[in-house]
């Protein structure tokens, strides 16, 4: 009921009341003492109204006060819909979000938003919210292959989404990798790595050498892959491939896999040098060394560094010593699953 219709109402029942009381009781004035004060004589009809008049002002503060009541909440409702919509956007843009909800439902809500990693689903558009529509289009485009304008969220240089946006600037202009190394302090290893190999399909060595702390396998891998198609560019020198090699850290069959590799772009007396020089550092490359010696069938020496090690060491290297002493013509590739 409204606060309109209440008064209409309320209005038209002491009208009614008044004139039944003067009209059909009685039309006696009465003057009344209450408490010591008199008050002025005035027919009893108007006597018999005071209390619903003053039962209908308590009536309207007691209304007013549950309608201040129920808008404040609505307000709150109104305030943290709004806040679960911001946090909701920064999620997606993966920043910090740290809002206080004032109500119980969207309190719950809040805390799962502040305490989940959130994803935009690709090809997706938002009604009703232009700026996390915004970020979904983002996203969608991002997923594409193509870089995107981010200034408008603000986000910090390190931000997953803007080196994500920094990789496809990669793909489509190589050349950004060095300049993504030159501010390494900003980025992830992950990120830095995966730029140095982009950098070491166009570099020359001595420009690799100078960020050799972000090699992998697949910058190896990029750079034998010039140097076989003798890309002056590269300015090979094995020195310098050997200083990046020494950089290097992969574990299971890394050395394996390097090994492999550079058989094609070194002379035998390089390979060995740089995989003694590398099993000697660290264990992990006794396997390479491994392989070259066998690839060089340098049997002798193989027998002669598995020696070293427990009869439980290295089985499958140990597997093709047997095999080759009875004269079976097993790739040693097959028998490493290569």
Not at 141 to 163: D, H, M, N, T, Y
């Amino acid at each position: 009921m409204t606060l309109k219709f209440y008064t209409l109402l309320t209005l038209l029942f002491i009208v009614v009341l008044g004139n039944f009381v003067y009209f059909f009781v009685t039309q006696e004035s009465v003057e009344l003492v209450l408490w010591g004060v008199h008050y002025p004589a005035y027919p009893v009809a108007v006597w018999v109204l005071v209390p619903f008049a003053f039962y209908y002002v308590i009536h309207i503060l007691v209304m007013s006060v549950g309608s201040i009541q129920n808008y404040l909440r609505q307000k709150n409702y109104e305030r943290d819909f709004e806040r679960v919509q911001e946090a909701f956007y920064l999620a997606y843009l993966q920043k910090e979000r740290d809002f206080e909800f004032k109500t119980p439902r969207y309190k719950l809500l809040g805390e799962l938003i502040e305490k989940s990693t959130l994803t935009p689903k690709s090809g997706q558009t938002i009604e009703g919210n232009t700026k996390i529509d915004a970020v979904f289009q983002a996203f969608s485009a991002l997923e594409s292959g193509q870089v995107v304008e981010l200034k408008r969220f603000g986000l910090p240089k390190g931000s997953p989404i803007v080196v994500k946006n920094l990789s496809n600037a990669m793909n489509k202009e190589p050349k950004k990798a060095e300049e993504i190394l030159g501010n390494a302090s900003l980025y992830n290893r992950s990120f830095l790595e995966e730029a140095f190999a982009k950098m070491a399909t166009y570099a020359s060595l001595p420009a690799l050498l100078r960020y050799k702390n972000y090699v992998t396998l697949k910058a190896i891998e990029n750079i034998v892959a010039r140097v076989n198609k003798e890309d002056a560019k590269i300015a090979y020198q094995f020195a310098h491939l050997f200083e990046l090699v020494k950089s290097l850290n992969v574990e299971g069959n890394g050395y394996v896999k390097l090994a492999g590799m550079l058989k094609t772009v070194c002379v035998p007396e390089e390979r060995l040098h740089l995989f003694k020089t590398l099993s000697d550092a660290k264990e992990a490359a006794v396997e390479g060394m491994l392989y070259t010696y066998f690839d060089l069938v340098m049997i002798e020496q193989a027998k002669e560094l598995l020696d070293n090690y427990g009869p439980n060491d290295y089985p499958l290297y140990r597997a093709y010593v047997v095999l080759k002493k009875h004269n079976h013509t097993c790739k040693l590739d097959n028998l490493l699953g290569r």
